[in-house]
Every structure is written in structure tokens, then in C-alpha cells.
């Protein structure tokens, strides 16, 4: 039997630009956040 009568996968969207939406609205403000404790807390260390 040469014939394949599986069904084929249904096709999944593509959620690529998704993901990298996802991670930039979250690690934008996060790095944000994160210079700002840096440099608060070296004008807090030295003076």
C-alpha cells in the first residue's frame, strides 16, 4: 500500500513575532528598573 491515509498536522501559526513582543514589553521596563537600581544605588555607595 503506497497510499498514506494518515491525516496531515494541523498547521500552528507562526507566534514568533508574538514571543519577541511578549519578551520586549516585559524586558524593556524590566532593564529600565534595573539601570536605575544601578545607578541609584552607586550614587548611594559613593556619595
Known amino acids: 500500500m ?4 494518515s491525516p496531515s498536522p494541523p498547521e500552528v501559526p507562526d507566534r514568533r513575532p508574538l514571543i519577541a ?3 520586549l514589553w516585559v524586558g524593556a521596563p524590566l532593564a529600565y528598573g ?10 548611594l555607595f559613593t556619595g
Open 2 to 5: 503506497s497510499h498514506d491515509s
Open 21 to 23: 513582543f511578549t519578551w
Open 34 to 43: 534595573l539601570y536605575e537600581l544601578v545607578r541609584k544605588a552607586t550614587q
